[in-house]
Protein backbone atom coordinates (compact mmCIF):
# COMPACT_ATOMS: atom_id res chain seq x y z
CA UNK A 1 0.00 0.00 0.00
CA UNK A 2 1.18 3.60 -1.00
CA UNK A 3 2.44 5.78 2.18
CA UNK A 4 -0.99 7.24 3.87
CA UNK A 5 -1.30 11.11 3.60
CA UNK A 6 -0.42 12.52 6.77
CA UNK A 7 -3.20 15.36 7.92
CA UNK A 8 -3.04 18.04 9.86
CA UNK A 9 -6.92 18.91 10.97
CA UNK A 10 -7.77 22.61 12.65
CA UNK A 11 -10.58 22.77 14.38
CA UNK A 12 -12.36 25.18 16.54
CA UNK A 13 -15.89 23.68 17.35
CA UNK A 14 -17.55 20.46 17.55
CA UNK A 15 -15.72 18.59 15.25
CA UNK A 16 -18.10 16.46 13.32
CA UNK A 17 -16.32 16.92 10.12
CA UNK A 18 -12.97 15.64 11.91
CA UNK A 19 -15.28 12.29 13.01
CA UNK A 20 -16.34 12.02 9.74
CA UNK A 21 -12.32 11.97 8.55
CA UNK A 22 -11.53 10.11 11.22
CA UNK A 23 -14.24 6.91 10.23
CA UNK A 24 -13.29 7.07 6.72
CA UNK A 25 -9.46 6.34 7.78
CA UNK A 26 -10.47 3.84 10.58
CA UNK A 27 -12.95 1.93 7.69
CA UNK A 28 -10.33 2.26 5.40
CA UNK A 29 -11.97 4.16 2.95
CA UNK A 30 -9.73 6.74 2.79
CA UNK A 31 -5.51 6.51 2.78
CA UNK A 32 -4.68 9.06 5.24
CA UNK A 33 -3.41 9.23 8.92
CA UNK A 34 -3.93 12.12 11.27
CA UNK A 35 -0.82 13.59 12.49
CA UNK A 36 -2.18 16.54 14.38
CA UNK A 37 -5.06 17.77 15.39
CA UNK A 38 -5.00 21.87 16.18
CA UNK A 39 -7.85 23.85 18.13
CA UNK A 40 -7.44 27.36 18.58
CA UNK A 41 -10.02 27.22 21.23
CA UNK A 42 -8.93 24.72 24.62
CA UNK A 43 -12.78 23.90 24.76
CA UNK A 44 -13.57 22.49 21.38
CA UNK A 45 -15.08 19.04 21.76
CA UNK A 46 -13.43 17.87 18.68
CA UNK A 47 -10.31 17.77 20.68
CA UNK A 48 -11.86 15.28 23.16
CA UNK A 49 -12.93 13.39 19.99
CA UNK A 50 -9.02 13.27 18.60
CA UNK A 51 -8.28 12.04 22.30
CA UNK A 52 -10.49 9.09 21.99
CA UNK A 53 -8.91 8.21 18.95
CA UNK A 54 -5.31 8.80 20.48
CA UNK A 55 -4.39 11.33 18.23
CA UNK A 56 -2.19 14.26 18.79
CA UNK A 57 -3.37 17.39 19.89
CA UNK A 58 -2.39 20.95 20.20
CA UNK A 59 -4.32 24.06 21.10
CA UNK A 60 -2.59 26.91 19.96
CA UNK A 61 -4.70 30.19 21.02
CA UNK A 62 -4.80 33.29 19.09
CA UNK A 63 -4.62 35.47 22.45
CA UNK A 64 -1.42 34.26 23.06
CA UNK A 65 0.04 35.79 20.42
CA UNK A 66 0.43 39.71 19.39
CA UNK A 67 0.11 39.41 15.71
CA UNK A 68 -1.82 37.13 13.38
CA UNK A 69 1.74 36.31 11.88
CA UNK A 70 3.52 34.90 14.76
CA UNK A 71 -0.18 32.69 15.40
CA UNK A 72 0.14 31.80 12.07
CA UNK A 73 3.66 30.68 12.47
CA UNK A 74 2.94 28.86 15.38
CA UNK A 75 0.34 26.62 13.14
CA UNK A 76 2.24 26.25 10.67
CA UNK A 77 5.47 25.20 12.82
CA UNK A 78 3.12 22.61 14.25
CA UNK A 79 2.16 21.18 11.30
CA UNK A 80 6.07 20.78 10.13
CA UNK A 81 6.84 19.84 13.24
CA UNK A 82 4.27 16.57 12.70
CA UNK A 83 5.01 16.42 9.01
CA UNK A 84 1.91 17.32 7.76
CA UNK A 85 1.22 16.83 3.86
CA UNK A 86 -2.46 18.84 4.07
CA UNK A 87 -3.87 20.52 6.34
CA UNK A 88 -7.40 20.73 6.58
CA UNK A 89 -9.75 23.17 8.12
CA UNK A 90 -13.27 21.64 9.80
CA UNK A 91 -14.54 24.31 11.24
CA UNK A 92 -11.52 26.43 12.49
CA UNK A 93 -12.82 29.85 12.54
CA UNK A 94 -9.46 32.11 12.23
CA UNK A 95 -8.93 33.39 8.91
CA UNK A 96 -5.24 32.45 7.45
CA UNK A 97 -2.75 35.01 6.30
CA UNK A 98 -0.60 34.39 3.43
CA UNK A 99 2.35 33.74 6.31
CA UNK A 100 1.33 30.24 6.36
CA UNK A 101 -0.50 30.04 2.95
CA UNK A 102 2.83 30.43 1.07
CA UNK A 103 4.44 27.95 3.41
CA UNK A 104 1.77 25.27 2.36
CA UNK A 105 0.70 26.38 -1.36
CA UNK A 106 -2.42 24.43 -2.03
CA UNK A 107 -2.08 22.30 0.81
CA UNK A 108 -4.91 23.72 2.27
CA UNK A 109 -8.62 22.73 2.42
CA UNK A 110 -11.65 24.36 3.63
CA UNK A 111 -15.21 23.18 4.07
CA UNK A 112 -18.01 26.00 4.12
CA UNK A 113 -21.69 25.28 3.98
CA UNK A 114 -22.98 26.89 1.33
CA UNK A 115 -22.54 26.88 -2.74
CA UNK A 116 -19.87 29.00 -3.21
CA UNK A 117 -19.08 32.12 -4.28
CA UNK A 118 -22.57 32.34 -2.92
CA UNK A 119 -22.63 33.01 0.88
CA UNK A 120 -19.34 33.09 1.79
CA UNK A 121 -17.63 33.96 5.49
CA UNK A 122 -19.92 33.33 8.60
CA UNK A 123 -23.21 31.68 8.72
CA UNK A 124 -23.03 30.12 5.62
CA UNK A 125 -26.75 28.48 6.26
CA UNK A 126 -28.41 31.52 7.98
CA UNK A 127 -27.68 33.58 4.80
CA UNK A 128 -29.32 31.02 2.10
CA UNK A 129 -32.63 31.22 4.07
CA UNK A 130 -32.79 34.94 4.93
CA UNK A 131 -31.63 35.19 0.83
CA UNK A 132 -34.23 32.86 -0.02
CA UNK A 133 -32.56 30.48 -2.06
CA UNK A 134 -34.39 27.14 -3.19
CA UNK A 135 -30.79 25.20 -2.86
CA UNK A 136 -27.98 25.38 -1.14
CA UNK A 137 -25.38 23.07 -0.16
CA UNK A 138 -21.83 22.51 0.76
CA UNK A 139 -18.20 23.63 -0.71
CA UNK A 140 -14.34 21.97 -0.56
CA UNK A 141 -11.89 24.13 -1.99
CA UNK A 142 -8.35 25.01 -1.44
CA UNK A 143 -7.55 28.38 0.89
CA UNK A 144 -6.45 31.22 -0.80
CA UNK A 145 -5.74 34.57 0.98
CA UNK A 146 -9.40 35.95 0.47
CA UNK A 147 -12.27 34.20 2.48
CA UNK A 148 -13.89 30.92 1.12
CA UNK A 149 -12.40 31.93 -1.79
CA UNK A 150 -10.25 29.30 -2.99
CA UNK A 151 -10.62 27.12 -6.24
CA UNK A 152 -13.41 24.86 -5.75
CA UNK A 153 -12.70 20.78 -5.65
CA UNK A 154 -16.04 19.35 -4.59
CA UNK A 155 -19.60 20.80 -4.32
CA UNK A 156 -22.96 18.76 -2.96
CA UNK A 157 -26.44 20.71 -3.37
CA UNK A 158 -29.52 20.08 -0.77
CA UNK A 159 -32.92 21.75 -1.06
CA UNK A 160 -34.09 24.46 1.55
CA UNK A 161 -37.42 23.31 2.34
CA UNK A 162 -39.95 26.71 3.18
CA UNK A 163 -40.21 25.11 6.77
CA UNK A 164 -36.35 24.71 7.12
CA UNK A 165 -34.75 26.82 10.26
CA UNK A 166 -31.54 27.54 10.44
CA UNK A 167 -30.95 23.79 12.45
CA UNK A 168 -32.45 21.72 10.14
CA UNK A 169 -30.62 23.31 7.03
CA UNK A 170 -27.57 22.66 8.65
CA UNK A 171 -27.98 19.36 9.34
CA UNK A 172 -28.71 18.45 5.89
CA UNK A 173 -26.00 20.46 4.64
CA UNK A 174 -23.65 18.49 7.18
CA UNK A 175 -24.59 15.04 6.50
CA UNK A 176 -23.25 16.07 2.71
CA UNK A 177 -20.33 17.62 4.32
CA UNK A 178 -19.55 14.44 6.20
CA UNK A 179 -19.52 12.64 2.69
CA UNK A 180 -17.59 15.46 0.41
CA UNK A 181 -14.47 16.10 2.75
CA UNK A 182 -13.50 12.52 2.93
CA UNK A 183 -13.60 12.66 -1.02
CA UNK A 184 -11.56 15.63 -1.31
CA UNK A 185 -9.03 14.64 0.77
CA UNK A 186 -8.96 10.75 -0.50
CA UNK A 187 -8.41 12.48 -4.45
CA UNK A 188 -5.66 14.33 -2.50
CA UNK A 189 -4.15 11.41 -1.35
CA UNK A 190 -4.57 10.03 -4.57
CA UNK A 191 -2.56 12.41 -6.72
CA UNK A 192 -5.77 12.99 -8.75
CA UNK A 193 -6.31 17.17 -8.23
CA UNK A 194 -4.82 19.16 -10.82
CA UNK A 195 -5.03 23.13 -10.74
CA UNK A 196 -5.23 25.51 -13.44
CA UNK A 197 -5.44 28.91 -12.42
CA UNK A 198 -8.83 28.80 -10.35
CA UNK A 199 -9.87 25.69 -12.04
CA UNK A 200 -9.52 22.28 -10.40
CA UNK A 201 -9.65 19.20 -12.76
CA UNK A 202 -10.13 15.47 -10.97
CA UNK A 203 -8.12 13.21 -13.52
CA UNK A 204 -10.04 9.90 -13.65
CA UNK A 205 -12.75 11.22 -12.10
CA UNK A 206 -16.06 9.76 -11.53
CA UNK A 207 -18.83 8.78 -14.46
CA UNK A 208 -20.68 12.08 -15.08
CA UNK A 209 -24.08 11.95 -13.78
CA UNK A 210 -25.80 15.03 -14.99
CA UNK A 211 -28.76 14.62 -12.27
CA UNK A 212 -26.83 14.17 -9.42
CA UNK A 213 -26.04 16.19 -6.04
CA UNK A 214 -22.59 15.60 -5.95
CA UNK A 215 -20.19 17.25 -8.49
CA UNK A 216 -17.23 15.89 -9.28
CA UNK A 217 -19.68 12.66 -8.46
CA UNK A 218 -18.44 10.83 -5.30
CA UNK A 219 -16.07 7.88 -6.34
CA UNK A 220 -15.70 6.66 -2.97
CA UNK A 221 -18.44 5.11 -1.08
CA UNK A 222 -19.17 7.27 1.86
CA UNK A 223 -20.22 5.73 5.50
C1 LIG B 1 -19.35 23.14 9.36
O1 LIG B 1 -20.65 23.51 8.97
C2 LIG B 1 -18.34 23.69 8.40
O2 LIG B 1 -18.80 23.76 7.09
C3 LIG B 1 -18.12 25.08 8.94
O3 LIG B 1 -18.16 24.93 10.33
C4 LIG B 1 -18.95 23.79 10.67
C5 LIG B 1 -18.07 22.90 11.50
O4 LIG B 1 -18.76 21.82 12.03
N1 LIG B 1 -16.89 25.63 8.42
P1 LIG B 1 -17.96 20.68 12.79
O5 LIG B 1 -17.10 21.35 13.87
O6 LIG B 1 -17.14 19.92 11.81
O7 LIG B 1 -19.05 19.84 13.43
Redesign the pocket.
Known amino acids: MEKKLSLGVL ?9 SIIDHIEQDRLNAAIAVVISNNPHAY ?1 LTRAEKHHIPTAVITHETFSSREEFDRAIADTLDAYAVDLAV ?4 MRILSPHILNRFPQRIM ?4 ALLPSFPGLH ?2 RQALEYGARFSG ?1 TVHFVDAGIDSGPIIIQAVVPVLETDTEDTL ?1 AR ?2 RE ?1 HRIYPQAIQWYAEGRIQVHNRQVKIIAGGIPDTDGHHNPPLTMTSL
Open positions: VSGSGSNLQAMAGFNIHPGQCSILE
